[in-house]
């Protein structure tokens, strides 16, 4: 077995087991954590294409994810307040509690589904064109069944913010100067890359150039 398939089945695991995981979790750090292994997995498929445009696409979705997946993890920390666990419905009625952080939280969601006009999407489209370079249709196939599947566990979360009444008993969720400051760099990283992904890819591009020599 060559290094490519290798890298494929790390793909395929990391992208299902991630996946499958995170739809058992009720704890919302834990759910994105499980997840981030189905991101790896996505990423992956550009790396396993072993091409210039494979390993610039997984570059570029790398950092997307980076300021999708922070921008999350800030907005569940300024919820839990810092604790340990935050539950799915501890994000009961956060429209209602603090629109703003609703918001922001609902564009690194849209992200991470990989929905337009993120760079979850055009992450995604890259690495699929790259893989479909090579001929990997089933894995192309077996990568957008994840998609799908990770569909259902985010919509729950978005389901408890915007149409579950938040409790008498949820707290007020506070801004603070650097959570608004990096949510919203988070935020324009998200939407700019996926809308003029141009400038992001011409510099992903110059990396991967550097390091193959």
């Not at 007020?172 to 992904?197: H, N």
């Amino acid at each position: 077995m060559g290094l490519q398939s290798i890298l494929m089945w790390f793909a395929l695991a990391a992208m299902t087991l991630g996946n499958l995981a995170a739809l058992r979790q009720s704890d919302l750090k834990r759910l994105l954590g499980y997840s981030a292994v189905a991101h790896a997995g996505y990423a992956l498929i550009g790396v396993q294409a072993m091409s210039a445009s494979g390993l610039t696409a997984a570059l570029f979705y790398a950092v997307g994810y980076g300021a999708m997946s922070l921008i999350c993890f800030l907005v569940i920390a300024a919820v839990g307040r810092d604790q340990d666990r935050v539950a799915i419905e501890d994000m009961s009625g956060l429209w209602q509690r603090s629109p703003g952080m609703a918001l922001v939280f609902l564009v690194g969601l849209l992200g991470l589904i990989g929905l337009p006009p993120t760079v979850g999407f055009i992450g995604k489209w890259f690495l699929f064109s790259a893989a479909i370079e090579q001929g990997q249709f089933m894995l192309v196939l077996v990568a957008a069944i994840n998609a799908t599947i990770a569909l259902y566990y985010y919509l729950v979360i978005l389901r408890q913010i915007y149409l579950v009444e938040a409790t008498a008993e949820a707290p007020a969720v506070k801004w603070t100067p650097s959570l608004v400051i990096a949510t919203t760099v988070g935020s324009v990283i998200v939407v700019g890359m996926g809308v003029l992904p141009g400038a992001a890819w011409d510099l992903a591009a110059l990396a991967v150039a550097a390091l193959l020599g």
